[in-house]
């Protein structure tokens, strides 16, 4: 069936230092990507977005590559934060709704 | 509103019983998106609603489960005779036409 999956269930880095969080998808026909951040007690908070006409996109400390030659997103984190601590998620579409992998929980060190 | 916005934020019942928890989308969002998220788990699709088109239902789990949406605007998914596996964060969102999914902060039910 389809997934969204990611590679490392937990990442530790040092504040400070750049964080990359992986994830593979498998639908193929997807052609729309989101990154989430959830924080303890809420909901997902969108982080980016990318559609599938692309490879890269940046917005503020955050960068999303996309390589659909291998089906692989990742989501890199400039100069991580204590306040970037939480689960990331990434959903790619399908049929007009998201599915969401399971998670990786980031851990900033300070 | 601003944003999405759920109720209950906590909801504990009784197994056996029904409840019937509440979405209110972002105005003139037309798509809106039911999730499940157990802990620790990621967000499992259960219903999708897009305007006035037959809803998306192939995420429910079983027929206990149902939601109902008027228009462009709340909707309530309700679970009948409830089970302790019910137990989860329910997250709904809403989109204008696929794109820029924004959530509410789920309703936690628990199953007792």
């Known amino acids: 069936g389809e997934s969204v999956g990611l590679h490392l269930p937990t990442l530790s880095v040092q504040e400070g230092d750049n964080s990359i969080i992986n994830c593979a998808y498998s639908n193929s026909a997807s052609d729309y990507f989101i990154w989430y951040k959830q924080e303890s007690g809420k909901g997902p908070q969108f982080i980016i977005d990318i559609r599938s006409n692309m490879d890269k996109r940046q917005g503020q400390r955050v960068t999303v590559l996309l390589n659909k030659t291998v089906k692989h997103l990742s989501l890199q984190i400039a100069a991580t934060q204590p306040g970037d601590s939480a689960v990331y998620f990434c959903?790619?579409?399908?049929?007009?709704?998201?599915?969401f992998g399971s998670g990786t929980r980031l851990l900033v060190r300070p | 509103g601003a944003g999405v916005s759920q109720s209950p934020s906590n909801k504990v019942t009784e197994k056996g019983k029904d409840v019937e928890l509440r979405c209110d989308p972002i105005s003139g969002h037309t798509a809106l998106y039911w999730y499940r998220q157990r802990l620790g788990q990621g967000l499992e699709f259960l219903i999708y609603f897009q305007g006035n088109s037959a809803p998306d239902k192939s995420g429910l789990p079983s027929d206990r489960f149902s939601a109902e949406r008027t228009g462009e605007s709340v909707s309530t998914l309700t679970i009948q005779r409830t089970q302790q596996e019910d137990s989860a964060v329910y997250l709904c969102?809403?989109?204008?036409?696929?794109?820029?999914?924004?959530f509410g902060s789920g309703t936690r039910l628990t199953v007792v």
């Open positions: 969102a809403s989109s204008m036409d696929g794109y820029g999914y924004t």
């Open positions: 959903a790619g579409d399908s049929s007009y709704k998201l599915i």
